[in-house]
């Protein structure tokens, strides 16, 4: 793809001053620099948190609600008032601003994944900045990313970014917890994602957002995968997003390498929303794990949920493990009926089957 594209995400605790109010003077320059690497020639994407910080200053609340309807009302208020404050300052510089919500939901299914990816790739053909975030105001727990890092990453992979920028509170990731430990160092470079690295990352460190470096490690594993590099740094330090992408030392660089997975493969372990499971025998897991191989109806034990050809399914061994996730090749109603059969068997209890495997090994990737 010809399009050099940097995705940029700002923590609410980075978008809010000291008082828990949005600090408009910051996303100004924010807007600012992502202006600034268009001229480098540069298409940019901002995923933003913020708006339920943004909806409780405007309600005039003291503090952050904690109930959900109220929450997602205060976000249904900020969201707006947010994506306003970016457009004036973008629209200042000649420059328009397009608003794209997801939930998990959203990029759960293989379609509606692809309509997002074309939907963030016109909008960056139109010139545009796309500003995304978490759909709070219908979010539920079981579409929810629960943290707008993991976003960040999963709409890198959509884009194919060159870079994903994260801006935070702190300078980047750590030897050790900076807040208790006065020895700790900052890691400059992370090539791999090691138990020591992992050790590292604590959990939040703010109460205005819901992430920390744990989240960011997340987003981090899904994106070192993808092949794409990611820099975790002070998102106030002056220009640091253009340092960043200019190569210049800011904060953690997680170097991105080869990709190890790609397309449909990476769309699985990441971001498809499993319809179901299926749990797969001693042999079957061999097969899948060991000799690359499908999964077919004689190595089924049994069959989880309701889904039809095409969702994404988990695979589990005899004790539950998560073995893999892949697309189903046949319906969990049809699998019911067949699970455990030869191929010879199947015809006689399901006319219809055309000798199809439950997973195909290219719809399948090992976890």
């Known amino acids: 793809?010809?399009?050099?594209?940097?995705?940029?995400?700002?923590?609410?605790?980075?978008?809010?001053?000291?008082?828990?109010?949005?600090?408009?003077?910051?996303?100004?320059?924010?807007?600012?620099?992502?202006?600034?690497?268009?001229?480098?020639?540069?298409?940019?994407?901002?995923?933003?948190?913020?708006?339920?910080?943004?909806?409780?200053?405007?309600?005039?609340?003291?503090?952050?609600?904690?109930?959900?309807?109220?929450?997602?009302?205060?976000?249904?208020?900020?969201?707006?008032?947010?994506?306003?404050?970016?457009?004036?300052?973008?629209?200042?510089?000649?420059?328009?601003?397009?608003?794209?919500?997801?939930?998990?939901?959203?990029?759960?299914?293989?379609?509606?994944?692809?309509?997002?990816?074309?939907?963030?790739?016109?909008?960056?053909?139109?010139?545009?900045?796309?500003?995304?975030?978490?759909?709070?105001?219908?979010?539920?727990?079981?579409?929810?990313?629960?943290?707008?890092?993991?976003?960040?990453?999963?709409?890198?992979?959509?884009?194919?970014?060159?870079?994903?920028?994260?801006?935070?509170?702190?300078?980047?990731?750590?030897s050790a917890d900076p807040r208790n430990d006065t020895s700790a160092r900052l890691v400059e470079r992370v090539e791999e994602l090691t138990e020591e690295v992992l050790a590292s990352a604590g959990g939040a460190g703010s109460a205005v957002g819901s992430g920390g470096m744990a989240t960011k490690i997340e987003a981090a594993r899904l994106l070192i995968d993808a092949g794409i590099p990611l820099v975790v740094c002070d998102g106030r330090r002056d220009q640091v997003v253009v340092d960043a992408v200019s190569g210049k030392p800011v904060g953690t660089l997680f170097a991105g390498g080869k990709a190890a997975l790609r397309g449909r493969k990476l769309w699985l372990a990441y971001a498809g929303r499993t319809a179901g499971s299926i749990s797969i025998d001693d042999g079957a897991k061999d097969a899948l794990c060991l000799r690359g191989g499908s999964l077919l109806p004689a190595g089924v034990l049994d069959v989880t949920g309701s889904f039809v050809v095409g969702d994404a399914v988990t695979l589990t061994d005899a004790s539950g493990t998560v073995v893999a996730r892949g697309m189903a090749g046949i319906s969990a109603e049809d699998l019911r009926r067949i699970k455990g059969m030869r191929s010879s068997q199947i015809p006689s209890v399901l006319p219809g089957w055309a000798g199809q495997d439950v997973v195909h090994r290219d719809h399948l990737v090992i976890v």
């Open 1 to 174: 793809m010809s399009r050099r594209t940097i995705v940029v995400k700002v923590g609410s605790s980075t978008v809010t001053g000291a008082d828990g109010r949005v600090d408009r003077a910051f996303l100004g320059m924010l807007v600012d620099q992502l202006v600034a690497l268009r001229s480098m020639g540069y298409a940019t994407v901002l995923v933003t948190s913020g708006a339920v910080a943004a909806g409780f200053e405007a309600l005039g609340l003291d503090m952050r609600p904690s109930d959900m309807p109220t929450l997602q009302a205060a976000a249904a208020i900020g969201q707006v008032r947010l994506v306003e404050t970016y457009a004036e300052f973008a629209a200042a510089q000649g420059v328009a601003i397009g608003q794209v919500l997801f939930t998990r939901h959203d990029v759960g299914q293989r379609q509606q994944y692809l309509n997002a990816c074309h939907t963030l790739e016109r909008l960056l053909d139109l010139g545009a900045i796309p500003v995304v975030n978490e759909n709070d105001t219908t979010a539920v727990d079981e579409i929810r990313f629960g943290d707008n890092d993991y976003l960040a990453a999963l709409v890198g992979v959509m884009v194919h970014a060159e870079l994903v920028v994260l801006l935070t509170d702190i300078e980047g990731l750590y």
